[in-house]
């Protein structure tokens, strides 16, 4: 009897471990390959171009379905951190460049160098290759990508008789500063020729830093990072203080403002120029009151040129995954360059493919898209974010710096030692890890 139970017992054991690795992931029982896909497309058109993609590579592959789980971009960093510790990743993975160097650190991410084919490792550039590369590993491809611009009411422009930029001949930071003093001055009082929100003044601070040869961080022949604040990293700061504190061309009452803040009085008429990101476009177009005429220009160049920082869109694989080869074709199929494009224009940014990037849709005059097509060669990878330390440096150190400094509260010389003295002590507790 007892060898009885204890044959009994083992059998009932075995039953369990089989029952519990089919539902850890496993292929099931009836053969098919079943993914998640984490999207945090979040506009209508995205939502729905995303969607049917899905279906489409769901009709045409029986044997590997997929499935569409909505994210949040609000919410991303922490569900995914969750998420990850849990066990419970989604096999595909959407988020920014800028969020990728922690989960790749981390383990989280797999490598996708011996996943993704040659056609869409060559379609994709370098420099945009260079956002998700930690290390010797690639942990997401880059795909989306959004450079800043100036959305600017064109009959104010028009009737001030101010020289028009293009990306041919842009303004410089100086000569964007002019501009901006007499378009003020042909406004009236209670108007501004530019207005910045600068609610999260890192990213536009360094980003746009690019375009005067600033750099800020700086990677030492040892492999560690250190902070130097140069004339060049000074030059696009100083200018948006300038206009803020002394020409009075800037209001200070939309340093705290999100983009979307600034388009009422952008509609208005009570200011003639928003930097804002390419995205915005639509947000115009669906708020824009009737007979209003605006037009996307590039924003001011320096020694840099047109150059300026971004963290695309990316698409990464969980490591924890057992269908990594699958997910990565689902990513092949996604990131066609018919697909690339319906993506793009859904969310309103610009495809890093450079043959999606050659569509004739994304070169028409029409809402600005072929200036923005114009920019994406100058695009490169934002300054900092794959840098060990800087989400801390840029919470605790960088914005509430940046944020006085544009209102006037500190000088430039405490900005630098803020950044720089402030930063490096961030920066090397990092890197004694």
Known sequence: MSRARLLAAVLTALALLLTGCADGGERRTDGIVRLRFQSLAWQKESVEATKR????????????????????????????????????????????????????????????????????????????????????????????????????????????????????????????????RELTRAMGPGRHAVAWPLREPVSVSLNLGLSAGGRLFHREPDGRVTLRFTEADAVVPGTVRAQVVEDGSAPRTTLGSGGSDTLPGFFAGRYAMVPLGFAYRQQIVQQAPEGFEWTVLPAPAGSGGLAQGVSPQTLSIAADSPYKKEAAAFLDFLLQPRNMVLLARGDWMLPTGTTALADPSLRTERDGWATGAALAAHLRPAPAPSVRGYPEWKDKVATPAFQEFYSGAIDSAELRRRLVEDGNRVLARYQRR
Do not use: C, M
């Open 53 to 180: 993609l899905v279906a489409e590579w769901n009709a045409r592959h029986p044997d590997v379905q997929v499935a569409y789980v909505q994210g949040s971009w609000d919410s991303v960093h922490d569900q995914l951190l969750t998420s990850f510790e849990g066990g419970e990743a989604p096999d595909i993975i959407h988020d920014a460049s800028d969020d990728l160097a922690d989960f790749a650190h981390g383990g989280h991410l797999a490598d996708l160098r011996p996943l993704l084919p040659e056609r869409l490792r060559a379609d994709i550039p370098a420099r945009s290759w260079e956002t998700t590369t930690f290390g010797e590993g690639v942990y997401g491809v880059p795909f989306l990508q959004e450079p800043r611009v100036l959305i600017a009411n064109r009959k104010i422009l028009q009737a001030s008789g101010v020289r028009i930029p293009t990306p041919e001949r842009p303004w410089t930071w100086p000569e964007f500063r002019q501009v901006a």
